[in-house]
Structures are given as structure tokens and as C-alpha cells.
């Protein structure tokens, strides 16, 4: 009997340490996984193209909310950096022979000039081609006066903003006799459409869908990225390719127009106006409202899961 009992003392001792050793077990189980949560992991470092749609949407919004002196004057700051973005364009391309270099440097330029665009969050009509049409497309009642008042005073601030910056540089006398020379050679190539007439109107127009087209992918770009050097590196490379491709884009070219009116005469303000800027304007809103902006919003339609959906219109 003395032995049963010194068995069953012996096996509860053992029992009792089994259990010690699992109570223990899982105690470190649990530290090893609270240990693993803390763990710093890098979450992703873009956007995805619905939730991208959305930012535009949300953006055009909010552009819209605004009255309309504060529009004004964004919309003169963001056509104040396309004068500069114009004169930088050219500044690092002078004397350039190789084609690919010029146009890589011209492009990285101009770039800079978006991106304080972007960046800021100034008003440019070209952006805002992009950006209203994503809310619009998910509301009812498009086109309603504010929306006209609101691009409308987006182009006037652009313009004006443009020609201010291109008054103040002249008055400043910064620039050097290279600098003309090679302003003359750009404003030729933009204004070549000129010899060809009605032929060369429409001309202009396609190339202006073409370029909004790339800005608005720019704008896409830009927007996807959360960091700065990314949002810098999506504005680049869209606009080294318009640049190089000498696409009509309107924003860029009241820049490049603005400095030509003031510092030469090789060409009329309403050639400026009527025989690129009007048929450029045009094709730009084509090209940001309905190849970057509808068609995403159409394509991601089904996943925008934010107020802008049809589900939750206001």
C-alpha cells in the first residue's frame, strides 16, 4: 500500500511538472508573437490605382469648396511656376546639342515646375481636367454654373499668373542674350502649326489631347506616391515625354508664350491665343477629362468605397 501511495505522489509530481512546462511553453508562445506585432514592417510605399481615383475625386472636391478668390489666387500661383518651369526648361538645355540630352534636360526643367504645382497645391486648369471630371463622374447633377465659374477663373488666374512672372523677370534683367536666342527656337517649334492653317488648328488639338494625356498620368503618378522623391519622380518622367514629343500643352505653353510676347516680336498676342492656346485648351480637356480621368474612374467604379461613391452621394 505504502508503495501504491509513493507511485501516485510520484506521478502527480510528474503531472504537475508537465503542466508547469505547458503553462511556460505558451507564456513564451505569446511574449514570441507580441514580440513579432512590434515588429516595425514597412507598409506599402504607393497608392493603388482605385484609391488613386478617389484622391482625385476628393481633391476636386475640395478645389470646388473653395470660393472663389481663393481659386483665383491658386490658380495665379500655378501659372506663376509654369513661367518659371518654362524659363528653367530652357536655361538647362542652352548650348545642348545632342537631341536626347536636350530634350532630357528640357523635360527635367519644366518638371520643376510641375511638381511646385502638385506639390502645393496650386490650381492649374490642366490638373483641374483631371481632378473635377473624377468627383463629377460620381455625382448627379454635372455642370452646374460654379463648376463653369470655377474654370473659368481657373485659366484667367493661369494666365495672368504667367504673364505677371514673366513681366517681373523681364523688368529684373536676369537673363542673358543665350537665353533668347534659345526662347526663340522653342516658341518656333510651338507655333510651327501656324503655316498650316485649319489643318494646323486641329493639329494642335490632337497634340493637346496627347499632352494632357501624359500630364494627367503625371498627376496619377504623383498622387500615388507618399513620399516627396516619389512624387518628384512621377512628375519627371510624364513631362520629359511631352516636352520631347513638343505635345500642346496650355498651362506649359502660356510659360514659354508669356516670355515670347514680352521679349520678342516673332509672333502676335492673338496668334498666341486663338492659333495654339484656344485648340490646345481644347484637347487638353479631352485628353485629362476622359484618358486619365474617366476612363479610371469608369474602371475602378466598382471599388471607389468612399463618399464619392454612387452609394453615398450628397
Same mark, same amino acid.
Given at each position: 500500500?505504502?508503495?501504491?501511495?509513493?507511485?501516485?505522489?510520484?506521478?502527480?509530481?510528474?503531472?504537475?511538472?508537465?503542466?508547469?512546462?505547458?503553462?511556460?511553453?505558451?507564456?513564451?508562445?505569446?511574449?514570441?508573437?507580441?514580440?513579432?506585432?512590434?515588429?516595425?514592417?514597412?507598409?506599402?510605399?504607393?497608392?493603388?490605382?482605385?484609391?488613386?481615383?478617389?484622391?482625385?475625386?476628393?481633391?476636386?472636391?475640395?478645389?470646388?469648396?473653395?470660393?472663389?478668390?481663393?481659386?483665383?489666387?491658386?490658380?495665379?500661383?500655378?501659372?506663376?511656376?509654369?513661367?518659371?518651369?518654362?524659363?528653367?526648361?530652357?536655361?538647362?538645355?542652352?548650348?545642348?546639342?545632342?537631341?536626347?540630352?536636350?530634350?532630357?534636360?528640357?523635360?527635367?526643367?519644366?518638371?520643376?515646375?510641375?511638381?511646385?504645382?502638385?506639390?502645393?497645391?496650386?490650381?492649374?486648369?490642366?490638373?483641374?481636367?483631371? @481632378?473635377? /471630371?473624377?468627383?463629377?463622374? $460620381?455625382?448627379? +447633377?454635372?455642370?452646374?454654373?460654379?463648376?463653369?465659374? !470655377?474654370?473659368? &477663373?481657373?485659366?484667367?488666374?493661369?494666365?495672368?499668373?504667367?504673364?505677371?512672372?514673366?513681366?517681373?523677370?523681364?523688368?529684373?534683367?536676369?537673363?542673358?542674350?543665350?537665353?533668347?536666342?534659345?526662347?526663340?527656337?522653342?516658341?518656333?517649334?510651338?507655333?510651327?502649326?501656324?503655316?498650316?492653317?485649319?489643318?494646323?488648328?486641329?493639329?494642335?488639338?490632337?497634340?493637346?489631347?496627347?499632352?494632357?494625356?501624359?500630364?494627367?498620368?503625371?498627376?496619377?503618378?504623383?498622387?500615388?506616391?507618399?513620399?516627396?522623391?516619389?512624387?518628384?519622380?512621377?512628375?519627371?518622367?510624364?513631362?520629359?515625354?511631352?516636352?520631347?514629343?513638343?505635345?500642346?500643352?496650355?498651362?506649359?505653353?502660356?510659360g514659354y508664350f508669356s516670355m515670347g510676347?514680352?521679349?520678342?516680336?516673332?509672333?502676335?498676342?492673338?496668334?498666341?491665343?486663338?492659333?495654339? @492656346?484656344? /485648340?490646345?485648351?481644347?484637347? $487638353?480637356?479631352? +485628353?485629362?477629362?476622359?484618358?486619365?480621368?474617366?476612363? !479610371?474612374?469608369? &474602371?475602378?467604379?466598382?471599388?471607389?468605397?468612399?463618399?464619392?461613391?454612387?452609394?453615398?452621394?450628397?
Open positions: 500500500m505504502d508503495g501504491n501511495r509513493e507511485q501516485y505522489r510520484i506521478g502527480g509530481m510528474i503531472m504537475a511538472d508537465n503542466e508547469d512546462m505547458k503553462t511556460k511553453e505558451q507564456k513564451e508562445n505569446k511574449e514570441t508573437e507580441a514580440s513579432t506585432e512590434k515588429i516595425d514592417r514597412p507598409g506599402r510605399q504607393f497608392y493603388i490605382p482605385s484609391q488613386i481615383v478617389d484622391e482625385f475625386g476628393e481633391k476636386g472636391r475640395d478645389h470646388l469648396s473653395k470660393n472663389l478668390p481663393a481659386q483665383f489666387l491658386l490658380a495665379l500661383t500655378a501659372g506663376s511656376f509654369m513661367t518659371f518651369g518654362a524659363i528653367f526648361s530652357i536655361l538647362l538645355a542652352i548650348d545642348i546639342e545632342t537631341e536626347g540630352l536636350f530634350y532630357l534636360m528640357s523635360g527635367v526643367g519644366f518638371a520643376a515646375g510641375y511638381a511646385m504645382v502638385f506639390i502645393s497645391g496650386a490650381v492649374l486648369f490642366t490638373e483641374v481636367n483631371v @481632378l473635377l /471630371p473624377s468627383y463629377l463622374f $460620381n455625382k448627379a +447633377g454635372l455642370m452646374k454654373v460654379n463648376i463653369y465659374r !470655377f474654370w473659368m &477663373a481657373t485659366y484667367l488666374g493661369n494666365l495672368i499668373g504667367a504673364f505677371a512672372v514673366g513681366v517681373l523677370i523681364q523688368m529684373s534683367g536676369s537673363l542673358s542674350d543665350p537665353f533668347y536666342s534659345e526662347l526663340s527656337m522653342y516658341l518656333d517649334k510651338k507655333m510651327k502649326f501656324l503655316d498650316y492653317g485649319v489643318k494646323g488648328w486641329f493639329e494642335i488639338l490632337v497634340s493637346g489631347i496627347l499632352a494632357n494625356w501624359l500630364i494627367g498620368m503625371a498627376a496619377f503618378l504623383t498622387t500615388a506616391a507618399r513620399d516627396i522623391t516619389g512624387k518628384i519622380l512621377g512628375t519627371t518622367l510624364p513631362v520629359i515625354l511631352f516636352v520631347a514629343g513638343n505635345f500642346q500643352h496650355s498651362a506649359a505653353n502660356m510676347f514680352l521679349a520678342t516680336d516673332q509672333y502676335t498676342w492673338y496668334e498666341y491665343i486663338f492659333f495654339n @492656346l484656344v /485648340p490646345a485648351s481644347i484637347g $487638353n480637356l479631352i +485628353g485629362g477629362g476622359i484618358m486619365v480621368s474617366l476612363l !479610371f474612374s469608369y &474602371a475602378y467604379k466598382e471599388d471607389i468605397q468612399t463618399s464619392l461613391g454612387k452609394g453615398n452621394k450628397k
